[in-house]
């Protein structure tokens, strides 16, 4: 399928049909990981692009978690990474919680790696992390993915919470924009 939206032409690549198999398939995997831990899972996604795909993974868990949200901006209006990474988050106490961390993409690795030092400074229990889409080709710094959707080739992705220039979040599937 191909969209075109002012006057970028997106190629459809997953299918909205494809992202709620695989994500009812990793909830139950989650659900299966975690059944025997004693405090609800802590789930904390990562905005503003895992609104949508943490919003339909959590449905599919079937063991008791609280939910929270970061803020991280890696990249400005352009489609190429700033390299640098702003975090922001008031989240409740993970000490001695089980953490699951849930990205949209992790392209360079960049902003997990800042994620992940700042929360294991918190002295989680465990803490894992879920991405909807890996992008391994432009990874310049290594992440440890427990849970992965779908890898996708290093192009421009939109759509499922994934924006351009704060656009496309909306689509119920993932595109690539051609260039
Ligand atoms: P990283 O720090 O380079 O790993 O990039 C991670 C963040 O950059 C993701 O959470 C996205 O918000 C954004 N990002 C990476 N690749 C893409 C893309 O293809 N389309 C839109 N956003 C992207
Ligand atoms: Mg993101």
Same mark, same amino acid.
Do not use: W
């Given at each position: ?8 032409? *997106? =190629? ?16 139950? $995997? ?11 899972? *802590? ?6 692009? /895992? ?20 803020? !991280? ?25 089980? *953490? ?10 960049? =902003?997990?790696?800042?994620? =992940? ?7 989680? !229990?465990?803490?894992?992390?879920? =991405?909807?889409?890996?992008?391994? $080709? ?7 993915? /427990? ?22 979040? $909306? ?9």
């Amino acid at each position: 399928m191909n969209l075109n939206i002012n006057n970028d032409s *997106v =190629t459809e690549i997953i299918s909205a049909e494809r992202l709620h198999v695989r994500i009812r398939e990793l909830g139950s $995997e989650i659900s299966r990981d975690y059944a025997e831990i004693a405090t609800p899972l *802590v789930v904390i996604g990562v905005l503003k692009g /895992a609104f949508i795909v943490l919003a339909d993974l959590v449905r599919t868990i079937t063991i008791p978690c609280t939910i929270d949200f970061l803020h !991280a901006s890696s990249y400005g209006s352009e489609k190429v990474s700033s390299g640098t990474v702003t975090i922001r988050h008031k989240i409740t106490s993970i000490q001695n919680r089980h *953490v699951l961390l849930v990205e949209d993409i992790i392209d360079s690795g960049l =902003t997990m790696q800042r994620i =992940t030092g700042d929360l294991l400074q918190m002295n989680p !229990a465990s803490m894992k992390i879920f =991405t909807l889409l890996d992008k391994p $080709e432009a990874r310049k710094l290594p992440v440890d993915i /427990a849970y992965t959707g779908f890898v996708v080739p290093d192009r421009f992705i939109v759509g499922y919470g994934i924006d351009f220039n704060e656009q496309y979040r $909306e689509l119920s599937s993932i595109g690539i924009i051609n260039q």
